[in-house]
C-alpha cells in the first residue's frame, strides 16, 4: 500500500493547490484575529492606564461622542478610596498630509503616563508628538490643526499603538479644539475592593454619567463588539472557503485515484483504512500550511507593525492562545473537508472498475 508521503508526491499539483489553499486560509484567520486582538488589546491597555474606573457620558455609543463636565473629577477625586483622576477628551483630526490622527486633551496629572524621548510636556498651545507619528512627519516644529497651529514641545514613546501614533495636549486646548468639556474620566483607586461604593457615590453625581470598572467597560464596550463580531465572521468565511477548497480538490484526486482505492478494496481492506489514509494525507498538508501560515503572519504583522502608513494604530501579535486556537481549526478544516471525499472513495466497488475498465 502507498505510504502517505508517497501518495502527495505521486500527486504534486494537486497536493501544491491543496496546500496553497490551506496556507491562504489559515494565513487569513491568523491575520483577522491577531490584528483584530491587537486593536482591541491596545485601546483596552490605554485606558486601563491610571484606570481602575472609567466615567463616561450615560447612553453615548463611543466615547469619542462622550461629554462630561470637568468640573464633576474635583467630587470624585474627595471620595473615600480614590487616589487619582484624570480627565481624558478623545479625538481625531487630519495633520497634513495624514488625513486622520487621534488627539488627546489630558489633564496634567496623566502626563506622566508618557515617557520622553526629548523635550517637555505641553504647555498651552503646544502638544506632545508620539515618537511613530513624529518619525512620519519628519520630527516637525509645529502642527496644524483645524486652522490652528500648535508648538510640538516633545516627542514621547509608548508600546501602544494608538498613542505612539498619536498627538497629545493639554485638556484646555482639547476642550476648545473639540468643543467638550472631557470625554471620561480614568479614576484610580487605593483600594479596589472600595469600587462598588465609589460606583454608587458617581452615580449620584448626575443622571447623565454612567460608570463602570475598567473591566467591565471593556467587556461591554459596543466597538470592542463590533471589531470581535466582525473578525469571527470574517474568520469563519475564511474556514468555510478553505474547507469548500479541500473538498473541491480532494474530489479530484479520489476520481484520479480510484484504481488505486478498487486495489485497496479487491485486497480485503476495509473503509476505514481507506478513510484513515486520505485524513492522514491531509493532515500532513494542514500541518505544513500551518506552519507556513504562521510564519508568513508573523512577518505580515511586522511589516504592518513598522509601516508608516498605519501610524501604528493597527497591531497584531499571535499569542499562544491564537496559536493553539488556529491549530485546532487548521485539523478541523482539513479533516472536514476530506471527509466527505474519503467516504466516497471507501465505497468504491473494484467490480464496478473492472467492468468499466477502471481497474
Do not use: C
Amino acid at each position: 500500500m502507498i505510504t502517505p508521503l508517497k501518495a502527495l508526491r505521486k500527486n504534486r499539483f494537486k497536493t501544491a493547490l491543496i496546500f496553497i489553499s490551506m496556507s491562504v486560509s489559515i494565513s487569513a484567520i491568523f491575520l483577522i484575529s491577531a490584528i483584530s486582538g491587537g486593536v482591541v488589546s491596545m485601546y483596552s491597555a490605554m485606558l486601563k492606564t491610571d484606570g481602575d474606573i472609567i466615567v463616561t457620558q450615560k447612553g453615548i455609543a463611543d466615547t469619542f461622542f462622550s461629554d462630561i463636565n470637568r468640573s464633576l473629577s474635583v467630587p470624585i477625586a474627595k471620595m473615600d478610596g480614590v487616589k487619582e483622576v484624570s480627565a481624558l477628551i478623545l479625538g481625531a483630526a487630519p495633520v497634513d498630509p495624514l488625513p486622520i490622527v487621534g488627539i488627546y486633551g489630558v489633564s496634567e496629572g496623566r502626563f506622566k503616563s508618557y515617557h520622553l524621548t526629548r523635550g517637555n510636556y505641553p504647555q498651552r498651545g503646544e502638544v506632545l508628538l508620539g515618537s511613530k507619528i513624529d518619525t512620519t512627519l519628519k520630527h516637525p516644529s509645529s502642527i496644524v490643526l483645524s486652522k490652528k497651529t500648535f508648538h510640538v514641545s516633545g516627542v514621547f514613546k509608548s508600546k501602544i499603538g494608538f498613542e505612539d501614533g498619536g498627538v497629545v495636549m493639554g485638556l484646555d486646548d482639547g476642550g476648545e479644539l473639540f468643543h467638550k468639556s472631557a470625554s471620561i474620566f480614568l479614576v484610580s483607586l487605593n483600594d479596589l475592593s472600595k469600587s462598588d461604593a465609589v460606583l454608587k457615590q458617581i452615580g449620584l453625581l448626575g443622571a447623565d454619567l454612567e460608570a463602570k470598572t475598567t473591566d467591565s467597560f471593556i467587556d461591554s464596550y459596543n466597538q470592542f463588539k463590533i471589531i470581535k463580531t466582525s473578525s469571527d465572521v470574517i474568520g469563519a468565511m475564511a474556514f468555510l472557503m478553505g474547507i469548500l477548497g479541500i473538498v473541491s480538490m480532494m474530489s479530484m484526486v479520489v476520481n484520479d485515484r480510484k484504481g488505486e482505492f478498487g486495489i485497496m478494496r479487491s485486497i480485503g481492506l476495509s473503509p476505514s483504512v481507506i478513510i484513515f489514509k486520505l485524513l492522514s494525507e491531509t493532515l500532513i498538508i494542514a500541518l505544513l500550511a500551518f506552519a507556513v501560515a504562521w510564519g508568513v503572519s508573523e512577518g505580515v504583522l511586522e511589516l504592518i507593525k513598522h509601516a508608516d502608513k498605519f501610524q501604528g494604530y493597527i497591531n497584531g501579535e499571535i499569542t499562544a492562545v491564537l496559536l493553539v486556537k488556529v491549530f485546532v481549526v487548521s485539523v478541523v478544516m482539513a479533516l472536514i473537508g476530506t471527509l466527505m471525499p474519503a467516504i466516497y472513495a471507501s465505497r468504491i466497488d473494484p467490480m464496478s472498475l473492472i467492468q468499466k475498465g477502471g481497474a
